[in-house]
């Protein structure tokens, strides 16, 4: 290049650099803002979290009714296989049935002679005043032996051992007690669940036939005592138990099988459920209320059909 050749620009090499291109949408796809879409898509999408909230609020509440559902099936099933009751699940059994059986003794009979002093005193006393005496066994059948005493033994099994499950098998998940009975080979469901239930089953059985024995008798001396009854305590008892259909031999102790079956079974499931948010002062008001709901959904169950 010499001095007389004009001064040239730098030129380029290339092109200029083109923006990265824009990812493509899949194929198929019709790329549309909130705007530009059909109406039902802008009502569904506005009405999305509503219905997300609804589902997980029906979800919480159908999960622990069919897990017992699951659980009772479970239980029931895995009692017949004779492989199931080996010597640490048999050792559970007599010591929840002990616990069962010594704890709400004293408040089975003492509930028992209130309710006698009250209803069947009572019963005596004004259907003798109206005329009908000759109705007060059927009365106290219908009203106090096949109403009143499964729910009041319910709620004494809910109480006395229902709540103190509840408690200790929340602590041993919370604890990782749980976990480390599956480490050792043991099933929890097998080792916990399933005695426990059938102890309170026995339990409830047990305790509801003295709490009848025992209200029934304490009614009959207060009434007796008062002269609204005048025959002797065996009198009554025979006319008691003319009272009873053939039905009623069947459903009483039915009723105080299934109390007492559902009673473990949905105080074991709910300690066994726990989250590690759970504390003793959700778990126990969340246990009882739902052992509240199952002693009276089972008594509603036994009105309906019967």
């Known amino acids: 290049m010499t001095q007389n050749d004009p001064p040239t ?25 909130t705007q530009e879409a059909p109406p039902l898509v802008r009502l569904m999408v506005r009405v999305a979290p509503w219905l997300a909230a609804i589902g997980r609020f029906a979800r919480h509440q159908v999960r622990f009714t069919l897990m017992l559902i699951g659980a ?20 559970e059994f007599r010591v929840c049935l002990r616990q069962v059986l010594s704890g709400g003794l004293i408040s089975t009979v003492v509930t028992a002679t209130l309710a006698g002093l009250m209803v069947v005193s009572q019963a005596a006393y004004w259907l003798g005043f109206a005329g009908m005496a000759q109705m007060t066994g ?27 499950s509840l408690t200790e098998i929340g602590l041993m998940v919370l604890n990782g007690e749980v976990r480390a009975l599956q480490a050792r080979g043991l099933d929890p469901f097998l080792t916990l669940v399933m005695p426990r239930t059938f102890a309170f089953t026995l339990g409830g059985f047990a305790l509801g036939m003295i709490f009848a024995l025992v209200s029934l008798l304490m009614g009959f001396v207060v009434a007796h005592a008062n002269g609204a009854i005048t025959s002797s305590v065996w009198t009554f008892f025979f006319n008691v138990l003319g009272a009873m259909t053939t039905w009623d031999y069947l459903i009483i102790p039915l009723k105080f099988l299934l109390v007492g079956f559902f009673v473990g079974l949905g105080s074991c499931i709910s300690g066994l459920t726990v989250s590690s948010n759970d504390t003793i002062a959700t778990l126990m008001p969340r246990g009882f209320a739902r052992g509240i709901m199952l002693i009276m959904v089972v008594n509603i169950l036994f009105m309906l059909d019967f």
């Open 9 to 33: 620009k730098d030129v380029p090499a290339g092109p200029p650099a083109a923006p990265p291109p824009e990812e493509a949408a899949p194929a198929g796809t019709v790329v549309t803002s």
């Open 72 to 91: 009772g099936w479970g239980t029931f099933r895995e009692s017949m296989r004779p492989n199931s009751w080996r010597r640490p699940v048999v050792h």
């Open 138 to 164: 059927s009365i106290l059948v219908s009203v106090l032996v096949r109403e009143i005493t499964p729910i009041l033994v319910g709620i004494i099994l809910l109480g006395r051992s229902g709540m103190l």
